[in-house]
Each structure stands twice: as C-alpha cells, then as structure tokens.
C-alpha cells in the first residue's frame, strides 16, 4: 500500500488495480481495512479507527483515493465535492488517436443498474446526468495515445463511457468497446493528479501519483508527458 499524503485529518493512497475500495459481495480485504490498520499500526491507535472514503475509484481504476480521519474533514470533503472544488485529473491510454488533439466532450449518461454500464443517453432523458470533461492528448507511442482528463462532474464510468464515444474507448476496458483485456485484468486508466484547499488548514494542496509499477507502457507515458 502507497500512502502519498497524510496528515491529522486526510490520508492519500495511491491504489492498484483490481484493489477494492470499500467491501463487496468478493470478500476481497478492501482498501479502506488496509489503510485503517496501518494507522492503528503507525500511530498505535487503541479501539476503532475513524476513517471514511470520500469518493470512489473503480476497481479496475488505478490511482489517487482520499479518506478522512475526522468527522470535521469527512463533512467539508463532502461538500467539496459536491460542490466541485476538488479538481481531478485522470490520465487514459487509448489505441485510438481522437479527431481533435484536445476538446470538451458534454454528453447525458444513463446509468443500467443491471448491466453496471452508463449509456449515452438524450438530453430530455430525466433519468439521464450531464457529464463533461475536458481532454488533451499529451503524449504518444507508435500504438497508443495518451489524454489527460480534467473532470468537470462525476458520473458513473463516466471518462470509460465518453471517450468509447469518441471512438477511442480506454485500453483494457472490454466493457466499453475495447478488443481485447490487459495482462492485468485492469485498465490503462489512472487517477494522476488531485488539487483542493485542505478542508481544515485551508492550505492549497497539489498531490500527484505515480503511475501503476513494472508497466512499460505507463512508464514510458509518464517519462514522457
């Protein structure tokens, strides 16, 4: 486990693909155990921890998660992100170069419970959210192409979903019109950058993490973007 930040009220990992966040029907041991028994550990902490997720990364997703530590950092967090103040940047391989170099993709998802997949849906939908994002590609391989991702909200599989549309769907991401899987089991789809004023601080806050280890193809990206 990859802790990048921590200090009195949030804790930053940086997670692994195919890691859960939370508990589900698996049994698999999620990250938010993991990160609660390294602080009992750390800071040798008698009874229950006190840690929350604050937002959620998928399990086939790498990268930045935050957890708070105290219920005054989990309810300002919370509204942060309600209220868009914290900015993400994603970072996405694909095999498929977009029309244009950089853009901003507004699209009306549509979430099927069912089938865990979001689809275009139109704008008269009422069960369909606006999702938008701004792209640019900022480094290529002779295969592959990078894009740097700014989320302007936060739909459900909402980056998979958009730039399937655009004809360039995630590598890996079998679910979302990609041929064929990673080695992994995961996608080439990262959570890089995360920047917020600390909720209690109020510090600015710039974290950034590394891309998943022992991939070449991600290594190569990151030497070069």
Request: hydrophobic share 35%.
């Amino acid at each position: 486990m990859e802790v990048i930040y921590e200090d009195n009220h949030i804790i930053v990992v940086n997670k692994t693909v195919n890691e859960i966040v939370q508990g589900d029907k698996t049994g698999d041991e999620p990250l938010v155990d993991k990160v609660k028994k390294y602080i009992k550990e750390k800071y040798n902490k008698p009874g229950e921890v006190f840690l929350v997720v604050v937002h959620r990364l998928d399990r086939p997703t790498s990268g930045i998660v935050i957890f708070a530590r105290t219920s005054k950092a989990l309810s300002r967090l919370n509204e942060m992100f309600r209220n868009g103040d914290v900015h993400k940047t994603y970072w996405a391989i694909t095999a498929n170069c977009p029309k244009e170099d950089s853009g901003i993709l507004e699209n009306y998802l549509k979430k099927n419970e069912k089938l865990n997949k979001s689809f275009i849906a139109k704008p008269q939908d009422k069960e369909a959210k606006k999702a938008v994002l701004k792209y640019q590609i900022v480094s290529k391989s002779d295969r592959y192409y990078l894009f740097e991702i700014n989320l302007l909200t936060g739909r459900h599989h909402q980056i998979r979903c958009q730039l399937s549309s655009i004809g360039c769907p995630v590598k890996g991401d079998l679910k979302y019109g990609y041929p064929r899987s990673n080695p992994d089991g995961g996608l080439s789809l990262h959570a890089r950058k995360v920047e917020f004023v600390h909720p209690v601080s109020k510090k600015e806050i710039s974290i950034v993490a590394d891309v998943p280890k022992n991939d070449k193809l991600w290594e190569f990206f990151q030497s070069n973007a």
